[in-house]
Structures are given as structure tokens and as C-alpha cells.
């Protein structure tokens, strides 16, 4: 026997449950992955550059290290001895605590912690080109992504065109309009497309996992590339403000800066050095029968060390450190060198690309009018199929060309940015929360601090020249946000 359902929350779960199937089969707009999206993926996730940041914060420690160097060392020392002569034993014992300050290195500390701040400049700007290189890389797999989607739309509009073409010269054969000839014709150039269509499907297959390799995640439905901001007038521009902001070109500098403290590292060892040393400890018999016989001593002691013969040890690491410092110097010219053939290279193709670009929409304009009018022509037996299937082809072929043209239009106005130094995560993602590498070293540098530092410091410096720092690197301003995504080029 059935019985009605009358229960109101039955009534209540079934029609939020028909609801529920509802809203899950109604289609869902979908907001397109910008270019922005892919660079905070890849900038909070990307294994080489959380491994840079890494490396920086293990060269952030070497400069807690080398300060250790003004710093009070405290030590114990306790010593047991048994002695057994003459049938008579004797044990013995001693213990001691012993505090010792060093006041004067003759400068070998100031030099090394002086090192150890350049180092961490450069590993900085090595940090600004990791950053770089890895934007640069996110750029090349989001254009390649978007390039090889256009190039599989265009290779399924050829294929499309071929198979009409195909079917309107069978059935113009079929009525004797056209002969087997041209039938072969139109089946070999359908036979190709298909050929070309699977091939660039294989080819955007290849991009979409170069991406994920980069991004981490494979890539959804990509928004058009709008123009990268920022960008100079001229070449003469270019170059100026890469001498300034070029990452790879501050991080040899201040690699020199370090290697030139190194050498005068080196040098300090010929100099004095002066600490003090306090010493408390016991020393007596350790006995059963005679207990608390032990001797008090308390020790203090002021020592001056100068080096006078260490077997030319100390002359060969100068000479070391000033060839390191001579090779430091030399990269700085080569980087330079390098930067000015990068921006010069990059400039030129790019500026023929954004000329060329203008030709190859014209061409895809000319292409298209004389598909149209020879598929015409065709059908009033004034073009053979041939001609058809020729102009069709070139159509296509302009359309690709244009294609890569905006790929590399893009691809070229970010390598030149990066030789810059302007291709910064500020500048393509300004919403997400960028690394600030001095709150680590902020958070670290202070460890082991004592008050009496800044005196052994003041003394270790007199007669050292300062650390020489670059002034900041140019900030580009941040652009506002455009309205609509337009097209890169």
C-alpha cells in the first residue's frame, strides 16, 4: 500500500536538491586566465626561485658569521689526570672558565663583514634576475600557448575550406564542369591539412606542458596579451637605463666590491691583533680523604699578537684575492659587453617585427579579398582549381605568419625589458605580494649581538674604506590597470 509523502522537509531536501542538479547543468562563465594570473602562479610556486631565495638566505647568514668575529668567546675546559709512580697514585683535576674579547683584528673582521654585506648585495640582484629570467620564461610559455591555439584554429579553418572545396569539385566533376584531375588536386590538399592540423595540435600539446613546467599548472583559457608597459623610445634610452638597473650588472659590481674587501682581508693578517682574556678555574687533588683542597685562580690577560714570519702563506692569499679581484673586475666589462649585444639584438628585432606586423595584417587582408574573388572566378570557370587551392594556401600561410609575428613581437619587448631590469613582478602582477629579501636578513643579522660590538667594531675599522654601494635601481612606475585586454603587439 503507497502512502503520500507529506513531510514538508522532504518536500524542503527534494526541491533543493532538483535545484542543485539545476545549477550544476546550467553553463558557467568562465573568467580568462590573464598573464598576471600565470605570473603569481609561478612566482609563489616555481622550484628555481623559491631555490633562489633559499641561496640568498644562506648567504644572509654569513654576514651574522663574520660579525661573530667582534664578539666575546666563552669557553669551559675541565681536565682529569691519574698519576701512578712509585706505588703511589695520584689524582688531580682541574676546571676553568675562560672569556675572551677581541678589541683589535687589524681590520680583518671589518673586511670580512664588509665582504659578507657585498655578497649579499649581489645575491640580491641575482635574486632581481632569477625573478626576471623566470617572468621571461612565463611570458615565452603563455605567448607560445596562445600562438599555437591560433595556429590549430587556423590549421581546422584550412581543413574546413579543403573539405568544401572537395566536396564542390566532386560533384562539378560528377556533372563533367571539371575532371579527375582536379578532384586529385583537391583531395591531396585535404590530405595535407589534415597532416598540418595534426601537427599543430601535437605542437600546442608541447606548449601547454612547456607551461605547466613553468607555471605549475596547465594552462586554461588564455586572455589576448596586452602591451607590456614601460617600454623605451629609443635604443640609446634602452641602454641607459640597463646600466643603472640591469640585475646581472649590479651583481658584478657588487661581486667585485666583495672580492676588493677580501683582498684587504687578506692584507690585515700582517697587522697586530690585541684581545683581552679573563680566566676563572680550580686545580687541585681529587681526593676522598682530603676533600675541597683545590686552588682558586681568576686570570686576566691582555695579549697583542703580531704576525712576523708565516712561511709566505700569508703573501700567496694576497696575491690570490687580488687576481679573484682582477677576474671580478674583468666579468663586469664582459657583463656590460654582453647586456649592450642583448639590448642591441633584442631592439632591432623588435622593432623590425612591430613594422613587420602592419605588412602581415595588410597580407592577411589582400589574402582573404582574393580568396574571396577567385573561389568566385572559380565557379564561373574563369580560375582552375589549382589557382584556388594556391591563394587558399596563401591565406593561411599569412595568417600563421602573422600569428608568430605578434608571438615574437611580445616575446622580443620582454627580453628587452629584462636587459632593462624593468621586467619585474610589480610591474605584470601588482596584486600579489612580491618576496622582500631584507625582512629575512633583518629578521637574522642582529642574532648573537652583544652591547660591547660597536667598540670592537669602531676599532677594527679605523683606517678602512667603506663599502661602496650602487645607488638604488631605477623604480618604473606601476601602470594603471587597462580597461580591456587588447592585443600584443
Known amino acids: 500500500m503507497r502512502t503520500a509523502v507529506t513531510d514538508p522537509l522532504f518536500r524542503c531536501l527534494a526541491a533543493t536538491s532538483a535545484l542543485t542538479a539545476v545549477l550544476l547543468l546550467a553553463p558557467t562563465a568562465t573568467r580568462a586566465e590573464t598573464l598576471a594570473d600565470a605570473i ?11 631555490a633562489q631565495r633559499s641561496s640568498l638566505r644562506i648567504t644572509d647568514e654569513a654576514y651574522v658569521q663574520a660579525r661573530a668575529g667582534y664578539r666575546p668567546q666563552l669557553n669551559a675546559e675541565v681536565d682529569a689526570t691519574r698519576q701512578d709512580f712509585l706505588q703511589q697514585t695520584t689524582n688531580s683535576g682541574d676546571a676553568y672558565l675562560t672569556l675572551t674579547q677581541p678589541l683589535y683584528t687589524g681590520g680583518r673582521t671589518a673586511a670580512a663583514v664588509s665582504a659578507a654585506e657585498a655578497d649579499i648585495l649581489s645575491g640580491r640582484e641575482t635574486l632581481r634576475l632569477a625573478e626576471a629570467s623566470l617572468l621571461q620564461s612565463v611570458i615565452q ?10 595556429g590549430v584554429t587556423i590549421r581546422q579553418k584550412n581543413l574546413a575550406a579543403g573539405l568544401d572545396q572537395l566536396k564542390e569539385v566532386k560533384a562539378r566533376t560528377r556533372v563533367g564542369d571539371l575532371t579527375r584531375t582536379d578532384t586529385a588536386q583537391s583531395q591531396a590538399y585535404v590530405d595535407q591539412a589534415k597532416i598540418d592540423l595534426a601537427n599543430a595540435k601535437a605542437q600546442l600539446e608541447v606548449s601547454r606542458d612547456e ?12 586572455a589576448p596579451l596586452a602591451d607590456l608597459p614601460n617600454m623605451p623610445a629609443t635604443l640609446n634610452q634602452a641602454i641607459a637605463t640597463a646600466e643603472a638597473a640591469n640585475p646581472a650588472l649590479r651583481a658584478a659590481f657588487y661581486a667585485e666590491a666583495g672580492a676588493r674587501k677580501r683582498v684587504d682581508e687578506a692584507r690585515s693578517q700582517r697587522m697586530p691583533t690585541l684581545s683581552l682574556k679573563a680566566q676563572l678555574g680550580y686545580t687541585g687533588p681529587v681526593s676522598a680523604y682530603q676533600p675541597n683542597i683545590y686552588a682558586h685562580e681568576v686570570l686576566g690577560t691582555a695579549t697583542i699578537v703580531q704576525p712576523l714570519f708565516a712561511g709566505g702563506a700569508i703573501e700567496s692569499q694576497v696575491r690570490q684575492q687580488i687576481e679573484r679581484q682582477t677576474s671580478a673586475r674583468i666579468q663586469i666589462d664582459l657583463t656590460r659587453r654582453q647586456m649592450v649585444q ?5 631592439w632591432a628585432q623588435y622593432m623590425a617585427d ?27 570557370g574563369l580560375r582552375s582549381t589549382l589557382e584556388v587551392l594556391s591563394i587558399e594556401q596563401n591565406l593561411r ?30 610591474l605584470l602582477a601588482p596584486n600579489i605580494d612580491t618576496y622582500h629579501p631584507e625582512k629575512s636578513f633583518n629578521a637574522v643579522k642582529n642574532k648573537g649581538a652583544t652591547p660591547i660590538d660597536s667598540i670592537s667594531a669602531m676599532l677594527d675599522n679605523i683606517g678602512a674604506s667603506p663599502l661602496h654601494r650602487l645607488p638604488p635601481a631605477p623604480q618604473a612606475p606601476v601602470p594603471e590597470p587597462p580597461a580591456a585586454a587588447a592585443g600584443g603587439g
Do not use: C, W
Request: proline share 2%; charged share 20%; no cysteine.
Open 354 to 380: 612591430r613594422e613587420n606586423l602592419a605588412s602581415a595584417k595588410e597580407a592577411v587582408d589582400a589574402n582573404e579579398t582574393a580568396y574571396e574573388g577567385v573561389q568566385k572566378e572559380s565557379r564561373a
Open 342 to 346: 642583448q639590448l642591441g639584438q633584442s
Open 397 to 426: 600561410d599569412s595568417e600563421l605568419l602573422q600569428s608568430s609575428i605578434k608571438h615574437d613581437t611580445f616575446v622580443l619587448a620582454s627580453q628587452v625589458l629584462g636587459a632593462m631590469g624593468l621586467l619585474e613582478v610589480r
Open 141 to 150: 610559455a603563455y605567448a607560445d600557448v596562445l600562438r599555437d591555439e591560433e
Open 211 to 222: 607551461y605547466l613546467a613553468v607555471v605549475g599548472v596547465l594552462p586554461g583559457t588564455l
Open 40 to 50: 603569481a602562479q609561478a612566482y609563489q610556486s616555481n622550484p628555481s626561485l623559491l
